[in-house]
């Protein structure tokens, strides 16, 4: 299995409009310490991770206030107007800074329950499968009905969810090709010839490449609404009275 260095890119530059808070929603508290701080924890308690770049607005008052923006494992650099931008500043930093070849693991701030065994069977599926610079991504198959919509909010017509999963984060790329898939990306979009790049995999798939779906197994959603926070916090109060 490869052995290649692995640094975590975490886009935190959102505004988090939905969340209707009154500062953006990684910084929120979730059962005493912010999203932001739950997310780094997880990912530094994955081994193999050996560095987290953490990406913030350049004019972010918050990041400073957190005791792990002093520690020593962990980059701040400034981040985009839009996600995929501010993902292209973390996989930049990366590309220019660790060694020939290591990957980047970009893991939305948002996503504070991650779990170590999922983070960890995504690095070693990608490593193992004989095409690891395909690189991967955590994700679920789709469990609903799924109706395609007309503009009306009439159905059109049911959707085979046969062969669809819907895309979570980490997502593991070698941190070069990410970048240039981010960057080819990025034109195609301005250029207007495709739809807005949502995740680190539709670059790479933009660019002709074929990502490994690994099964995410335990809760792993994103916080984007304010009661996406109350079931976080119910989970997390659930599982660690059971502990
Ligand atoms: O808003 P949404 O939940 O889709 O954002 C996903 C992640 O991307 C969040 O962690 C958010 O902070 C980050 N983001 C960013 N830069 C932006 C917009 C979103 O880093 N300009």
Request: aromatic letters at 6%; charged letters at 20%.
């Given at each position: 299995m490869s052995e290649s260095t692995i640094w975590a890119v975490v886009p935190a530059a959102g505004i988090g409009e939905r969340m209707l808070a009154n500062?953006?929603?990684?910084?929120?508290?979730?059962?005493?310490?912010?999203?932001?701080?739950?997310?780094?924890?997880?990912?530094?308690?994955?081994?193999?991770?050996?560095?987290?770049?953490?990406?913030?607005?350049?004019?972010?008052?918050?990041?400073?206030?957190?005791?792990?923006?002093?520690?020593?494992?962990?980059?701040?650099?400034?981040g985009g107007a839009s996600r995929a931008l501010?993902?292209?500043?973390?996989?930049?930093?990366?590309?220019?800074?660790?060694?020939?070849?290591?990957?980047a693991l970009v893991h939305d701030a948002a996503r504070p329950l991650t779990s170590i065994d999922d983070i960890n069977r995504l690095i070693d599926a990608v490593f193992s499968s004989g095409n690891p610079d395909n690189g991967g991504l955590l994700a679920v198959p789709v469990q609903d009905t799924l109706k395609l919509a007309n503009t009306n909010h009439t159905v059109e017509r049911t959707v085979n969810r046969e062969k669809l999963w819907q895309a979570q984060t980490p997502q593991l790329f070698r941190a070069a090709l990410l970048l240039d898939a981010l960057q080819q990306g990025d034109a195609a979009t301005v250029e207007?010839?495709?739809?807005?790049?949502?995740?680190?995999?539709s670059a790479m798939e933009l660019a002709g490449v074929q990502p490994l779906l690994?099964?995410?197994?335990?809760?792993?959603?994103?916080?984007?609404?304010?009661?996406?926070?109350?079931?976080?916090?119910?989970?997390?109060?659930?599982?660690?009275?059971?502990?």
């Open positions: 500062k953006p929603k990684q910084y929120l508290s979730l059962c005493g310490k912010t999203i932001l701080e739950r997310t780094i924890q997880s990912l530094l308690s994955v081994k193999r991770v050996e560095r987290v770049i953490v990406v913030v607005a350049a004019n972010d008052t918050y990041w400073a206030t957190l005791a792990c923006s002093q520690q020593e494992k962990i980059t701040r650099v400034l501010s993902v292209t500043a973390g996989v930049s930093y990366v590309a220019d800074n660790a060694p020939n070849g290591s990957y207007n010839r495709v739809t807005v790049i949502t995740d680190e995999a690994v099964e995410s197994l335990q809760a792993n959603f994103k916080i984007t609404r304010a009661q996406d926070l109350a079931l976080a916090k119910a989970w997390l109060n659930s599982t660690e009275s059971a502990e």
